[in-house]
């Protein structure tokens, strides 16, 4: 692996990551979702955050392997369907 795949893997891996923070931050209140959703019910793992972030990983890592598309090139659709899936599974799994 050369730098700049294993660079390009680093911030495919952390971007999703990202775009939780951020859709948490701005969505979070408008969706009607509980913000720190594992701090405050004393949960271990936040189960749509797991979820959200492996599907989309796993969708946008095979979809460059399979086309062949420079992993870099898809950190933003991951970003995106990543942020929108938290938020999706937020509604469903975190309940009060």
Known sequence: MKLLEFVALYGFILAPVGAII???HFFAKRMGIIANYAAQSGVQV???VLLAWGISFALFYYISWSQDIFLSFLTLPAWLSCGVLF???SKYFNKK
Request: glycine content about 0%; hydrophobic content about 80%; cysteine-free.
């Open 22 to 24: 951020v859709f948490e």
């Open 87 to 89: 938020l999706i599974f």
């Open 46 to 48: 936040n189960l749509a």
